[in-house]
């Protein structure tokens, strides 16, 4: 699932800073910084935020990675602060979805873009079940559609995506 996403979201022009939100093990985050994005990756997972710190350490020291603890409801970053803002796989974790949506779109100047899971991918490529992911999509997409995003449905993710 992760390179069909990744083919997906190349697509995109993200600018020159990206936020992660959800960052998680940071597979996203090493995406991002392939691409030659200067990135923040927040989690609300300090397990996580310690590992990503660890995992792309030189990106910490050069200045191209900040690493932080904060939720998706409530991200540490001004208005417009990030040209782009992505989330992978983490949607199904927000305890809030739609808060989180407009605090996303309120940090992004450009582009927000949010993959997540499918309901038919629960215990398939994740350990979540079909009726938890689906009460989560139905959640996002209700939001979405409130706040404007385009959505696109595949059969074991799906894409939210306001420019």
């Known amino acids: 699932m992760w390179t069909e996403i990744f083919k997906d979201l190349d ?6 800073s ?12 090493r995406y991002l910084l392939a691409r030659g994005l200067r990135v923040c990756a927040v ?3 300090p397990g996580a935020v310690a590992y990503i710190k660890s995992l792309f350490k030189e990106f910490v020291k050069s200045g191209l990675l900040k690493v932080l ?5 409530s991200l540490p970053f001004a208005d417009g602060e990030c040209d782009s803002v992505i989330s992978v796989a983490a949607v199904h974790h927000f305890r809030d979805i739609e808060v989180a ?40 997409v209700d939001a979405a559609v409130k ?17």
């Open 11 to 16: 697509a995109f022009e993200l600018g020159e």
């Open 18 to 29: 990206a936020l992660d939100v959800g960052a998680g093990f940071g597979n996203t985050t």
């Open 43 to 45: 989690d609300i997972d």
């Open 69 to 73: 603890l904060a939720p998706a409801e």
């Open 101 to 140: 949506l407009r605090e996303m779109v309120r940090v992004a100047k450009r582009l927000v873009a949010i993959y997540d899971w499918t309901p038919e991918a629960g215990g398939v490529t994740n350990p979540h079940s079909p009726q938890e992911l689906e009460a989560k999509m139905r959640a996002a």
């Open 147 to 163: 706040l404007g995003f385009d959505i696109k449905i595949t059969r074991y993710w799906y894409r939210l995506v306001k420019f």
